[in-house]
């Protein structure tokens, strides 16, 4: 009888591991995962995004450089 005893407890505390314990920590795992695997896609598509804008603004056609006769040359006046 203290043997079926024993046996009952050790099965409900080994329940009450694996319930309230491992299966807890493997879902919150889990979930910090999906969430450092998103923030970095989303870092990943900003830097994207960052250097395809500095790429764009690298590749325009500078403005036209005045040429040397548009100079008008400034005199202070006192």
Not at 31 to 59: D, G, I, L, P, S
């Amino acid at each position: 009888m203290l043997k079926v005893l024993f046996e009952l407890f050790l099965l409900y505390m080994l329940y009450k591991l694996i319930f309230d314990f491992i299966i807890p920590i493997y879902n919150t795992t889990k979930q910090v995962k999906q969430k450092v695997n998103e923030m970095q896609r989303n870092v990943n598509e900003q830097m994207n995004r960052q250097e395809r804008n500095e790429f764009n603004a690298t590749t325009k056609e500078p403005a036209s450089k005045p040429k040397g006769d548009d100079y008008i040359e400034f005199e202070e006046v006192k």
